[in-house]
């Protein structure tokens, strides 16, 4: 069985620039949302406060917890975001406040048993301060930056620079862009997003390996070259192994996300959009970054290889 | 058969059987309970799916060289005053200086050479007169802040074990992180206060007389357990130190923790009881007043208690910070997290069905796609997860909600390999090579790319396990063993298959 029996002729390369205006148009979005969601965007990891995922029971709804909290005596709940988990009954309440963990706790239960009488459970509960999350927010973000240079490094010199230009383009569009949705359906920054986000720049060069692997092998075989036909023969031969292996990636990450429950919901969903943000960004954002790159600084892949 | 495919059919189920070996006390943890008994543990759960406390805390170093100063302050004193020369206070300034105001300025210089000759560590830094008095400032060298702040972490350590072994935990974990902070983990636990009132507290007991007049030079404001203010003087007759064991006993429905004092204590204790009989002796932990019982005559036989009011509970937690002696410095918790005995189980349950939902389909679409190739690189990935569990056991690791994931994705990616080189196989059939030419071209040209895209996985996830915090790092740890075993599966044993078995269909190959 093939999934394209006939390797088919496209010019991926001259098709980049409206790519490149559909991707551009998805990073402002991201920046739009970034900037909206402001300060809660990041999870309690981040930024520090308190998070607890609360379980409603016989019945009990997230309304009558939202009203627990908002009729509770105490100041302590009047930011409290509610967060609830698709088909479940787990909620998570998170808020930050200066008060100590003991006494937040207190003021907790006391408000719930108010508004819920027993009808409610309490799973987990998470304290962060807010030092100690802005210094995982910082290492966080040093993750990202050196998983970006260290990919760059490692094509650079398995590679050539032209081709570490549109892989470090390519992995910064895609973590952007599932960063943005991440946000836009409502999910929060924190330790699962970043070992997605990680676990995305790791992946998504792979499809974009491939490809260069099969530019290389056909420079090298042939004498005479033009970049731009290579490049889009190489990825049109690559199509059906691109679209398999994604594919075959993404059956495990819709699994984990549609069944996985939990934090995993978060990591699956970011790993998700990466994932696909990342075989698009192969043929449509790395091979033209690299053409262009290559034009710009006057065919030096030619020059090397002849 | 080939030697070669003999040698390494060899290699590979010698490896099957080390996976096997490393999986025994997974499957048998009721027999493999204490470690290095076997060159691998059963495959623990982490505290996001078992259940438990987690603190983080952060030793406020700086603490316990202002009280070791102080300490060096009251011996200053000592020494002084055996040379006749009255010291009027001693403390601390905001830059966290020893400050010493002598009540005449007329023997300073014998005060200063007194204090250089027996304090070595402390550098004069300023002497500034007041009228009759004057003020003698003095600082400890960075090197010796560092020096107080690494012994005190070291202690903190080194009592933090010993009170949360009297806690009775399962497995608890106690680590050092970074230079100033410790981890603390519990098992099963729920009372995370509970936990911070027994790990947490300082536990400096102090006992100090109740001034007879009040108002005085000499005295403090302290509070009893009540809140209500009450003075005492400001030096202590005799500390923690001199605590030997603690323990609760209860008399008469009052609840008391008896002290039994070393020979030291005993010591000190008959001469403060014997000196100052009628005075009130108060009682002092964490500077909280607990009790100020009059001393009605000398207390020759060691020992002291400490009532209050207590309920049992409390007693029994005062009584296990007692017996582990003092933290030296104060700690602050920056992160707090318990989960509840349940929320683990429901993750277990949806991680691993998500797990397999993923894999049925990934199986379903590799053996109608690839046919029978597609059925090896089905046994591969099978192959792939028993090892990647088994070496999981064999590192001691745990597994976290994250490293479930880590799990079902490593085996998403794993089956990447098999494809690439399977396309490769059939670019070559296409191009007209033989069955074998075909298959010995694939793996050599997907072998690279193969390589390259494992190893770009496993820089990201060691940057993940390096900078990232909590269960991620499971995450971090199934990903990064999975690259391994993957580059081994889809290089090594997929070729094995391809060189050892037919895989005949219709044509020369089924793929």
Request: one cysteine or more; aromatic letters at 8%; a neutral charge.
């Amino acid at each position: 069985m093939e999934l394209i029996s006939k390797i088919p002729k496209i010019d991926f390369i001259s098709k980049a620039p409206l790519s490149m205006v559909f991707s551009a148009l998805l990073i402002v979005a991201t920046v739009y949302i970034w900037i909206a969601r402001g300060e809660n965007k990041f999870g309690i990891d981040y930024v520090g406060g308190f998070e607890y995922v609360v379980q409603l029971k016989d019945g009990a709804s997230v309304d009558q917890l939202s009203a627990a909290l908002k009729t509770a005596p105490t100041k302590i709940f009047d930011g409290a975001i509610i967060q609830s988990f698709s088909g479940s009954t787990d909620h998570s309440v998170r808020f930050s406040s200066r008060e100590e963990a003991k006494v937040v706790r207190q003021e907790l239960i006391a408000a719930l048993k108010a508004g819920l009488g027993e009808r409610f459970e309490i799973l987990k509960s998470d304290f962060v301060g807010p030092t100690f999350g802005e210094e995982l927010k910082n290492k966080a973000l040093l993750a990202v930056v050196l998983a970006l240079v260290g990919i760059t490094v490692y094509v650079t010199f398995r590679f050539e620079f032209a081709f570490a230009m549109g892989v470090l383009v390519a992995l910064f569009h895609d973590v952007i862009i599932a960063t943005g949705i991440y946000l836009w359906v409502g999910h929060e920054l924190n330790g699962a997003a970043l070992a997605a986000a990680l676990t995305v720049i790791g992946y998504s060069v792979n499809d974009t390996i491939v490809i260069f692997d099969k530019v290389r092998e056909e420079i090298f075989k042939r004498k005479d070259f033009d970049l731009k036909d290579l490049l889009n023969e190489a990825n049109c031969m690559m199509l059906s192994r691109t679209i398999i292996t994604t594919v075959l990636t993404l059956f495990s990450a819709l699994s984990l996300l549609v069944f996985g429950g939990g934090a995993i919901q978060d990591l699956s969903l970011f790993l998700v959009v990466g994932i696909v943000a990342g075989a698009y960004s192969t043929v449509f954002i790395a091979c033209p970054i690299v053409y262009w790159w290559n034009s710009w600084r006057v065919g030096r892949l030619t020059e090397r290889v002849s | 058969m080939d030697t070669s495919v003999r040698n390494r059919l060899i290699v590979f189920l010698a490896s099957l059987v080390l996976a096997v070996v490393f999986l025994i006390p997974t499957f048998f943890p009721d027999k493999f309970t204490d470690r290095g008994s076997w060159i691998s543990r059963p495959i623990g759960l982490g505290l996001d799916l078992s259940g438990g406390v987690h603190l983080v805390y952060q030793v406020e170093g700086d603490e316990a060289v202002n009280s070791q100063l102080l300490t060096k302050a009251n011996s200053i004193r000592a020494d002084l005053r055996e040379l006749k020369i009255p010291v009027l206070k001693t403390g601390l300034d905001s830059k966290g200086q020893l400050e010493i105001t002598l009540a005449s300025n007329r023997r300073t210089e014998e005060a200063k050479n007194k204090i250089a000759e027996a304090y070595s560590d402390l550098n004069f830094v300023d002497s500034v007169p007041d009228g009759e008095r004057i003020r003698l400032v003095y600082s400890v060298s960075e090197l010796n802040r560092e020096k107080i702040k690494t012994q005190a972490m070291a202690r903190t350590i080194e009592t933090l074990r010993n009170r949360v072994d009297q806690f009775g935990v399962a497995e608890p974990l106690i680590q050092k992180v970074g230079s100033d902070r410790v981890m603390l983990q519990m098992p099963g636990v729920q009372d995370i206060e509970a936990v911070k009132r027994v790990v947490g507290s300082v536990a400096k007991l102090e006992f100090r007389l109740i001034p007879t007049v009040t108002g005085t030079a000499g005295q403090v404001m302290m509070k009893d357990r009540s809140g209500v203010p009450i003075a005492v003087e400001d030096q202590a007759l005799m500390t923690g130190d001199s605590v030997d064991n603690a323990r609760v006993s209860v008399e008469s429905g009052q609840v008391e923790v008896m002290l039994s004092l070393n020979s030291e204590g005993t010591r000190a204790f008959r001469k403060i009881t014997t000196e100052n009989t009628g005075r009130q002796l108060a009682i002092i932990l964490d500077n909280t007043v607990y009790s100020h019982p009059s001393i009605r005559e000398p207390i020759t036989q060691g020992s002291a208690s400490i009532s209050g009011g207590f309920k049992i509970e409390e007693a029994t937690q005062l009584a296990i910070v007692l017996r582990a002696g003092a933290l030296p410095a104060p700690l602050k918790a920056i992160e707090e997290r318990t989960v509840g005995p349940t929320l683990g189980k429901e993750s277990i349950r949806s991680g691993i069905s998500a797990i397999l939902i993923g894999f049925v389909a990934i199986v379903l679409f590799m053996i109608v796609y690839y046919q029978k190739s597609g059925a090896l690189a089905v046994f591969s990935l099978f192959i792939n997860g028993f090892l990647l569990i088994a070496f999981l056991s064999a590192f001691g690791a745990t597994l976290t909600l994250p490293g479930i994931a880590g799990l079902g994705l490593t085996l998403g990616m794993a089956v990447d390999s098999n494809v690439i080189v399977f396309e490769r196989i059939r670019e070559e059939l296409r191009n007209g090579a033989g069955r074998d030419a075909a298959v010995s071209a694939g793996f050599d040209r997907a072998y690279s790319a193969i390589m390259d895209a494992n190893m770009t996985t496993l820089l990201s996830a060691v940057i993940l396990y390096f900078l990232g915090n909590g269960p991620v790092r499971g995450f971090a740890v199934t990903l990064s063993i999975g690259v391994l075993t993957t580059v081994y599966c889809a290089v090594f044993v997929s070729r094995l298959g391809f060189d050892l078995l037919p895989l005949r269909g219709k044509k020369e190959l089924s793929i």
